[in-house]
């Protein structure tokens, strides 16, 4: 049996070689720290957490929430340490950095089948197989060789959008249409604004309160995708002719263009969520709920993700990537963590978990059994494989709702908490039947 490879001792990385371990596999596991450091990394522990110590709300009516619990229930190790490390955070579950980064740690050297070897890796390695679990912030010279074998399809800098619920989206306000009547009426909703209504909303996204830049971070924006606020400083009409043109949109009420508009593209099959076209953002989070909801059909949006602009490695994954993580031009080389186009310390400890998992499953000669998609380990297999339909327009994303399947509803559809509970009931309910089989 081969000695498996993984690159990146980061929580994607440590996860998949303790599932790999766990499941009677060799593993050498290769981080450059303590020989090098990325700019965001201050310690030389394994799954050092550099931003913040949250893994986010814990209610199972939260979709990160149900996917920690999920991955409890697999006897996963990162939730293991989480919940040892963790520290009083409300409805969150919130750690202590250094006693998690331990705990890690001990566990993974501890082990007898894994092989922790310090240095920086600058290639895509030689064995096969291979996870490359490497972060946001992949070493420049592995970024390159990984490039060469993507080509385009991986990017430097991600521009997240926020979305919304589409039950808390005022359809009165809206107006179904594509510009120019291209592509369908139903391809986009469109938020209208007359004059003062977009120079009230111009003065208060200039004014709202910024998330400064991390002193890691190159402020050198791609030119396709300003964060809006960087827009609006350049002009009151930039962001009028960028992303909130109006021309070829007719509003059928007042039979001519509006002076802007806003265009929400759907984002799930089912329709349960809309992504704000071109609406990167730098504003803090208070500041997006408070600004975005001056939008009209906005006004009492439910936000299942806020927009940012940062420094990220990522995939086009849809693409490069098959529906086992694999890199479809490089049999042999798998991918796992932020590297993907997941967003978050809990999706990357997820997708450790599930590239871990499919590929053990690969090298005991049985089917491949991914988990339920109703499941939250599902839904980000299910985000993994979205295609957009261009290749620019897939980005990073955090586990939201819109992941999942909803549930069907007859007669009257309850409140949203209910909802998202009774989602999270079946998907507990369908990931113990996985387990059992598996």
């Known amino acids: 049996m081969p000695k498996i490879v993984v690159v990146g001792g980061g929580l994607a990385g440590c996860e998949a070689a303790f599932q790999l371990a766990a499941r009677g596999h060799e593993v050498e596991l290769r981080e450059q720290k303590p020989i090098k450091r990325t700019p965001a990394q201050h310690g030389d522990r394994l799954a050092e957490l550099v931003c913040s110590n949250s893994l986010r709300g814990a209610a199972l009516s939260n979709a990160v929430g149900l996917l920690k619990e999920e991955l409890r229930r697999a006897g996963s190790l990162i939730l293991r340490c989480a919940d040892e490390a963790k520290v009083p955070a409300g409805g969150a579950l919130a750690v202590d950095r250094e006693v998690f980064a331990n705990a890690v740690e ?35 010279a592995l970024a390159k060789d990984l490039e060469r074998v993507v080509g385009d399809r991986l990017a430097y800098y991600d521009a997240i959008a926020p979305i919304v619920a589409a039950d808390s989206i005022d359809f009165d306000k809206v107006f179904r249409a594509s510009r120019w009547d291209k592509g369908g009426d139903d391809a986009y909703l469109n938020c209208p604004m007359d004059k003062p209504q977009y120079a009230a909303f111009l003065e208060a996204v200039l004014a709202a ?138 999706e990357s400890a997820a997708g450790g978990f599930l590239c871990a998992l499919m590929l053990a499953q690969r090298l005991a000669g049985g089917p491949i059994v991914p988990p339920p998609e109703t499941t939250a380990l599902g839904g980000l297999l299910t985000h993994l494989g979205r295609d957009p339909g261009d290749k620019h327009g897939f980005q990073p994303s955090n586990i939201t709702w819109a992941h999942v399947p909803p549930m069907p509803w007859t007669g009257k559809k309850p409140p949203k908490h209910e909802r998202y509970e009774r989602m999270a009931e079946r998907a507990l309910i369908d990931l113990e039947r996985w387990l059992a089989a598996s």
């Open 106 to 140: 001990r566990a993974v050297k501890a082990h007898p089948r894994i092989t922790v070897v310090h240095g920086e890796v600058t290639a895509i390695p030689e064995e096969r197989p291979t996870i490359l679990a490497t972060g946001p912030l992949t070493g420049e």
């Open 209 to 346: 309160e910024k998330v400064e830049a991390r002193s890691f971070e190159d402020t050198r924006y791609f030119e396709g995708c300003l964060p809006i606020e960087v827009m609006a400083e350049r002009g009151p009409d930039t962001l009028r002719f960028g992303p909130m043109k109006p021309v070829g949109l007719t509003d059928p009420r007042t039979g001519r263009w509006p002076w802007a508009v806003v265009q929400l593209r759907q984002e799930d099959a089912a329709a349960t969520a809309y992504n704000l076209v071109g609406f990167q953002s730098r504003m803090t989070w208070t500041a997006q709920a408070r600004v975005l909801r001056m939008i009209p059909g906005l006004e009492r949006a439910e936000f299942l993700r806020f927009g940012s602009v940062h420094r990220n490695t990522f995939v086009h994954a849809p693409r490069v990537l098959d529906e086992t993580m694999q890199l479809r031009e490089l049999p042999g080389v798998f991918l796992a963590g932020q590297v993907t186009g997941v967003e978050g310390y809990v």
